[in-house]
């Protein structure tokens, strides 16, 4: 079954560092990655996608993702840190119904 | 929200009333999706829908109907509110023939059921 895993439930950073929060993967067939976010009492808002090509993938407000076939995994980056990105981060895949299946979600919290 | 709408915002039920959450989208998308998201769990699919007409189970369907008699409107409907329903419910709407896009997402609707 297509599934991904979000190891740390929170990851804290100070603001102006270098941010990772972490996803990997299993599925069966070429992998379709999404990262979304979630604002405090807002719904999900679409981050960035892998669907083939190169793998850094390049998104919304900075962010951007490595997909890396070998490790199965598709890490969500950023160069500097804002105190504005804490929010929830939701890796997701699409199976093979074209249905997404979602991460259990990763706590970004960004300090002065 | 890119034009998808859910009412009401919060909502409090006694156990075994009913209530519909409505979802209303004015993009002519076809696909629409109910999810929940409760705490450390993430998303998880209730019910889909590909077009007027047209609905299908998600993962998890049990105790939750829908219908989709318009392109614009995917109510979902709880029957006989249970503790185990409360939750953030979120629809999703999805641009069509673009099976690799990505989703657009409603506020959400907080349900507790007591």
């Known amino acids: 079954a297509q599934s991904v895993a979000q190891p740390e439930d929170q990851v804290n950073v100070a603001e102006g560092n270098p941010l990772t929060v972490k996803c990997t993967y299993s599925v069966s067939g070429n992998p379709y990655l999404f990262w979304y976010v979630q604002y405090p009492n807002r719904g999900l808002q679409f981050l960035l996608k892998?669907?083939?090509?190169?793998?850094l993938v390049k998104g919304s407000y900075g962010f951007e993702a490595e997909f890396n076939k070998s490790q199965t995994s598709f890490h969500l980056k950023k160069p500097s840190a804002l105190v504005s990105d804490s929010a929830l981060y939701f890796c997701?895949?699409?199976?093979?119904?074209?249905?997404?299946?979602f991460g259990t979600g990763t706590r970004l919290q960004v300090f002065p | 929200n890119a034009g998808v709408t859910q009412t009401p915002k919060f909502r409090i039920l006694k156990i075994g009333q009913s209530m519909t959450l409505q979802c209303t989208q004015d993009m002519n998308h076809n696909y629409m999706y109910w999810y929940r998201q409760d705490p450390g769990m993430g998303l998880k699919l209730i019910y889909y829908?590909?077009?007027?007409?047209?609905?299908d189970k998600g993962e998890v369907p049990n105790g939750y109907n829908v219908s989709r008699s318009t392109t614009e409107d995917f109510p979902l409907r709880l029957e006989l509110a249970a503790p185990s329903q409360t939750s953030v419910y979120f629809c999703a709407i999805r641009p069509p023939g673009q099976t690799l896009d990505e989703q657009f997402f409603g506020p959400g609707t907080r349900l507790t059921v007591l």
């Open positions: 829908s590909v077009g007027a007409g047209i609905t």
């Open positions: 892998y669907i083939t090509g190169d793998n």
């Open positions: 997701a895949v699409r199976d093979y119904t074209d249905k997404l299946i």
